[in-house]
């Protein structure tokens, strides 16, 4: 059995709906669990609505009006249609009157854009013919934690999914409905909906891809597949063909939208092979994440830029040859709950990374200051190059000849322990530039991946 992911783009009306149907048709011999997205944008038209029901006013009519549409066009009635809606409204209704949006009740609210999208696809599967179910993922066996808006699944999940399935991948399971699984939703062990964090229903699919042992995920995107960088920087970006699931995970850890960055993580552990495949050009081979090469892979195989991160210099001349000085710098960083992304170090000095959003900075400032002098600056970015480090000299030297030739200084240089990313800081300003220099130097004529 395979397991089929696809996203909201992929969703967007109902001339989407009707090819991924089609597509979905194709892979009927091959038994997929098909997992949903939200259509199109509602996930932040959601979020939208409950910018507007926090100012007193209570519309649903973005979300209302594509659903509608879309039945009206693909001519299905689709379940729960109008219950869906009117809960919808009764929440946002209750939003305005509290003006107030806890975590718990903002996932309550985006949920409803998998729970419609589910309905949408089964009721059409049906009508064509094909005997389709829609699930909302907790009645597969979902179960988080109660971390709202970026909840972690329990691990009984795995066991859950593995009894919910098992007619399905059993014998006779090619004469049951499709199962069409909202991706992205869950719900606690008190029963409250959570999310798994934006873009979370690819780990929703390789979930049930892992635990079922799928033969292979296929995650569907707009894009053919996982590119060398994002396109709306450099629009001659090219497929990567295969990838491991280490670099993967940097790469969307580094700000490639391409997959979720915890994704990988359940196919790590069981090997289950993920494509990244293009629903508006689906002939197109996609990319293929793997455990590892199996043939030598060029020495680069993408760069990726995240904006908006916060450089934390630390200079402590009093912890000269002291042990320890780390250690109380991490522990300050953990007990004010930032997660760091890039670190660098010198005996007396070190110098890090912070994402922007969630930082109280003058508290955690005030904390370093014990321990050393503390230089913040804002508006930096990362530009990160998954590559094959064992190579990183020429990879280096390959970067900094063409940075410097362009009149570009790094700020910070640093290597990552899982071996596959070397990650630059700059200015957020000149990372669109660093990326395209890059990116000619690797992948351009003559370049370092014999483009
Ligand atoms: N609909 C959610 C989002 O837009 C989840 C997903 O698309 O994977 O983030
Ligand atoms: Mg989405």
Redesign the pocket.
Known sequence: MIVMKF??SSLANAERIRRVASIICGMLSRRPVVVL??MGDT?DDLLAAAELALKGTVSVDAVERLHRETARELGVAVADLDDLLTELRTLLTGISMLRELTPRSRDYLVSF??RLSVRMMSSYLCAQGVPAQFYDAWDTGFVSDSNYTAADLLPETWVNLRRFFADYCGENGAALPVPIVT??IAKDSNGFITTLG?????LTATVIGAALLADEVQTWKDVDGILTTDPRIVPSARTVPVATYDEVAELAYFGSQVLHPRSMQPCIQTGTPVRVKNSYNPDAPGSLIVTSHVTAPAAVRAITSKKSVVLVDLVSTRMVGQYGFLAKVFDIFARHCVSIDVVATSEVSVSLTVDFKRVNFPALQKDLEEYADVEIKNDMAIVTVICDVRQSSSILAASFEVLAANGINVQMISQGASKVNISMICGSSEADTVVRLLHERYFGPGGLCGG
């Open positions: 996203g909201g997205s939200a996930t854009g998998e991706g992205f934006r873009g979370g229903s690819d």
